[in-house]
């Protein structure tokens, strides 16, 4: 053998051994799902003990919606490495893609017997619970995943939901609005944001902004003042940057203050005046005012409820 051909040899060895190491994310990452399970098939006809090439198949497959194709490859990666709690877990996908729950319920219970804090087998078991109705059991497996990590969206959103499902309105209500402090933009933030509100709470409001339904945190003062308070300015923040974005917006802020028609103008100047400190570009006229002596009516579920102090945007037109 000509010596300059054994490190290539070797380099090359090497490469086919980590093959699917290597390649199975990469493909994975750039979405070219068709060609990793070309690659990977010969590789796995070469190496038919190979785990890994199993496993990137079969999630290859499922990721071009291809679930029975895709559950045979997961399998066989979970019976050459069945210690392995991620083989395991993609197992469940597959069966739940294919519709058969029980054993989607089993894939993932089984992960977590080889590892406990598998963060997707414990978040998907619990969406299994709630699918079920099954609130309590959903609700375990929702706090399980926010110890794990505590800023997990679907388990913030869904224990809320479990919470709702159980009655518990105090602990529900204080869930909603975890979840909101943590994403307060999106479709979640507004389905959330009209579940608070209605259990009465109006921390957060969904206003018409121009042509988008937006979340904002409700306006709060001092009591008593017009000083507005370091949670509400975000929200201004917010409605400045539409603002910016969107040169013939024109926002009309809507103060009330039930039984004090001064403090309701106050208010409203107040809102006014910190969106134009930031931004001085802004015409005031793009900011109408308006304030009530008297309570906004505020219509959900069917109930019209009164906040006595509130600040009301509205997309203004000329």
Excluded at 177 to 192: I, V
Excluded at 242 to 259: D, F, K
Excluded at 297 to 302: A, E, F, N, P, Q
Aim: glycine share 6%; with cysteine.
């Amino acid at each position: 053998m000509n010596k300059f051909m054994l490190p290539t040899l070797l380099a090359l060895a090497l490469t086919l051994s980590a093959c699917a190491k290597m390649v199975g994310p990469y493909y994975l990452e750039q979405e070219k799902y068709a060609k990793g399970i070309e690659v990977l098939e010969q590789n796995l006809r070469e190496h038919p003990d190979d785990a890994e090439s199993a496993y990137y198949i079969g999630r290859f497959h499922l990721a071009l919606k291809e679930a029975k194709q895709a559950l045979p490859y997961l399998e066989q990666a979970q019976r050459l490495a069945p210690d392995n709690a991620d083989y395991r877990f993609w197992t469940g996908v597959a069966h739940w893609a294919l519709l058969d729950f029980d054993a989607e319920r089993a894939a993932y219970l089984e992960t977590l017997r080889i590892d406990p804090d598998h963060i997707p087998a414990n978040l998907y078991l619990g969406h299994g619970y709630l699918d079920q109705g099954q609130w309590a059991k959903a609700l375990v497996q929702y706090d399980t995943v926010i110890k794990l990590d505590k800023h997990n969206p679907e388990a913030l959103y869904n224990r809320a939901a479990a919470l709702g499902q159980l009655e518990k309105t105090k602990m529900e209500r204080a869930a909603w609005k975890t979840f909101l402090e943590a994403y307060p933009d999106g479709s979640l933030a507004l389905a959330a944001t009209e579940r608070l509100n209605l259990l009465g709470d109006f921390t957060y409001r969904n206003f018409i902004i121009g042509k988008r339904n937006v979340t904002l945190r409700a306006m709060a003062f001092k009591p008593g003042t017009a000083r507005l308070l370091p949670d509400s300015k975000e929200s201004l923040h917010v409605l400045a940057a539409m603002m910016t974005n969107n040169p013939s917006l024109r926002i009309h802020v809507v103060a009330y203050v039930q039984g004090n028609r001064t403090l309701a103008e106050q208010r409203a100047r107040s809102v006014r005046s910190y969106m134009l400190s930031g931004h001085p570009e802004f015409d005031p006229e793009r900011l109408p005012l308006s304030w009530f002596d008297s309570a906004e009516i505020v219509r959900t579920g069917g109930r019209a409820l009164p906040l006595n102090e509130s600040v009301q945007f509205i997309t203004a037109t000329r």
